[in-house]
């Protein structure tokens, strides 16, 4: 198991525990040895490891491809992409953390959700990428890494609004925008309804982080997966930001555990972390960890 382990402690990033995905039963990782390794997971999608921190996902249309997040930004994501399709790509965010957009800066424009823009832009400053640098490139060198001279010569991207409903069109593949605020105000997860598929970021990991100071209330995040809940004749495999693919079930899971903590029946073990502490609920297989001052909205 592996953790991201951000430099400065109060970094509010949200990071859950990483699984392989070693017998995977759509395909078996082909790429050669280096930073990244894709596999195929269903028809014309590829995760990408990113070194055992967090999973992207690579969705290829008849015209268009579909990066959904850019990892922690210390491997060439720009070049590996383009050895997995020759298709015009375009990138978007699930949310504003470092393990998701962190490496933004190797492309031009990136779609997000307005709410997570201040986030995505402190995660994508040269001050935040070089220290990653420094962590992860002092070792011994691994093929695909980037340079803390690449860091330097990069800019920002251009951050294009997406909101619920959007829809990015790939030419014979529509993936929709459902705005599922919780792990991040602005997170969100993109619904491929044709072939079943719901891609989640950390929305629905195994292991979710709610006692962030840039989380939503507890009561918000329930709201999120009861809507989710809602439309599960739309999704059969949910494809989460760190973990092995999960079936659909599984949010049901998630709901029991956030009203056992809403209706006070689950008061939580204590829970610590590098990014701060809180308490720990579990039903079923999902756990979550949240902070108790932060159960319900304002009215």
């Given at each position: 198991?592996?953790?991201?382990?951000p430099?400065?402690?109060?970094l509010t990033?949200g990071?859950?525990?990483?699984?392989?995905?070693?017998?995977l039963a759509?395909?078996?990782d082909?790429?050669?040895?280096?930073?990244f390794?894709?596999t195929?997971?269903?028809?014309?999608?590829?995760?990408?490891?990113?070194?055992g921190?967090?999973?992207?996902?690579?969705?290829?249309?008849k015209t268009?491809?579909?990066?959904?997040?850019?990892?922690?930004g210390?491997?060439?994501?720009?070049?590996?992409?383009?050895?997995?399709?020759s298709l015009?790509?375009?990138?978007?965010?699930?949310?504003?953390?470092?393990?998701?957009?962190?490496g933004?800066?190797?492309f031009?424009?990136?779609?997000?959700?307005?709410a997570?823009?201040?986030?995505?832009?402190?995660f994508?400053?040269?001050?935040?990428?070089?220290?990653?640098?420094?962590?992860?490139?002092?070792?011994?060198a691994?093929?695909g890494t980037?340079?803390?001279?690449?860091?330097e010569?990069?800019s920002p991207?251009?951050?294009h609004?997406?909101?619920q409903?959007?829809v990015f069109?790939?030419?014979?593949?529509k993936?929709e925008?459902?705005?599922?605020?919780?792990?991040?105000?602005?997170?969100i997860?993109?619904l491929?309804t044709a072939?079943k598929?719901?891609?989640t970021?950390?929305?629905?990991?195994q292991?979710?982080?709610?006692?962030?100071?840039?989380?939503?209330?507890?009561?918000?995040?329930l709201?999120?997966l009861?809507?989710?809940?809602?439309?599960?004749?739309?999704?059969?495999?949910?494809?989460?930001?760190?973990?092995?693919?999960?079936?659909?079930g599984?949010?049901?899971?998630?709901?029991?555990c956030?009203r056992?903590?809403?209706d006070?029946?689950?008061?939580?073990?204590?829970?610590?972390?590098?990014?701060?502490?809180?308490?720990?609920?579990?039903y079923?297989r999902a756990?979550?960890?949240?902070?108790p001052?932060?159960l319900?909205?304002?009215?």
């Amino acid at each position: 198991m592996i953790r991201f382990r951000p430099r400065v402690a109060q970094l509010t990033v949200g990071v859950c525990l990483v699984a392989g995905f070693a017998g995977l039963a759509f395909g078996q990782d082909t790429s050669p040895a280096g930073w990244f390794k894709a596999t195929q997971v269903a028809e014309k999608v590829w995760v990408i490891d990113d070194h055992g921190n967090d999973n992207m996902y690579l969705v290829e249309g008849k015209t268009k491809a579909l990066l959904i997040d850019t990892g922690i930004g210390m491997g060439d994501l720009a070049k590996f992409v383009r050895s997995l399709t020759s298709l015009p790509v375009t990138v978007v965010n699930t949310h504003g953390h470092p393990d998701h957009a962190g490496g933004n800066y190797q492309f031009k424009t990136v779609a997000a959700h307005p709410a997570d823009f201040e986030l995505i832009k402190l995660f994508s400053s040269k001050e935040f990428l070089k220290n990653s640098a420094q962590r992860y490139l002092n070792g011994p060198a691994v093929p695909g890494t980037v340079t803390v001279a690449e860091i330097e010569a990069s800019s920002p991207p251009e951050l294009h609004a997406i909101k619920q409903g959007y829809v990015f069109d790939l030419g014979d593949r529509k993936l929709e925008v459902v705005e599922v605020p919780g792990h991040t105000k602005g997170s969100i997860c993109l619904l491929d309804t044709a072939h079943k598929l719901l891609f989640t970021g950390d929305n629905d990991n195994q292991l979710v982080w709610l006692f962030l100071k840039d989380c939503t209330p507890l009561d918000v995040y329930l709201a999120t997966l009861e809507q989710l809940q809602a439309r599960n004749e739309e999704y059969d495999r949910i494809l989460p930001g760190h973990g092995a693919p999960l079936d659909k079930g599984f949010i049901a899971d998630q709901i029991a555990c956030v009203r056992t903590i809403l209706d006070g029946s689950c008061k939580g073990e204590p829970y610590q972390s590098f990014a701060g502490n809180g308490r720990l609920c579990r039903y079923g297989r999902a756990s979550v960890a949240f902070d108790p001052q932060n159960l319900h909205s304002r009215k």
